[in-house]
Nanobody, 121 residues
Framework: QVQLVESGGGLVQPGGSLRLSCAAS????????MGWYRQAPGKQREAVAA???????NLAASVKGRFNISRDNTKNTVYLQMNSLKPEDTAVYYC???????????????WGQGTQVTVSS
């Protein structure tokens, strides 16, 4: 079994910062990609930041210059540092990973349970 566990969400004032963490655990052979999505009320889930299979980082245009994604491969953990937060960043943030489990040849898509980020004064 593979699990993604997120942490670090909360309430922050506009202009503030938060750091989200997502740790993957279980029978993992390889993590091909890992990143963050978010879903605001009444909106579709959108990609925020991710490491591609080639190790390249992708950031949504709306967060470039404010958010940064990093990872610790030894811990199978990815981080999302969010600075200069705006009310429009309010959403549930989900961790996503494409993982090949031990004993399997194909990758599967996994999601965390989500963590709420609220930006409000």
């Amino acid at each position: 079994q593979v699990q993604l566990v997120e942490s670090g969400g909360g309430l922050v004032q506009p202009g503030g910062s938060l750091r989200l963490s997502c740790a993957a655990s279980g029978s993992i052979l390889r993590i091909n990609a890992m990143g963050w999505y978010r879903q605001a009320p009444g909106k579709q889930r959108e990609a925020v930041a991710a490491f591609t299979p080639g190790g390249v980082t992708n950031l949504a245009a709306s967060v470039k210059g404010r958010f940064n994604i990093s990872r610790d491969n030894t811990k199978n953990t990815v981080y999302l540092q969010m600075n200069s937060l705006k009310p429009e960043d309010t959403a549930v943030y989900y961790c996503n990973a494409r993982i090949i489990k031990m004993g399997y040849a194909l990758e599967y898509d996994y999601w965390g349970q989500g963590t709420q980020v609220t930006v409000s004064s």
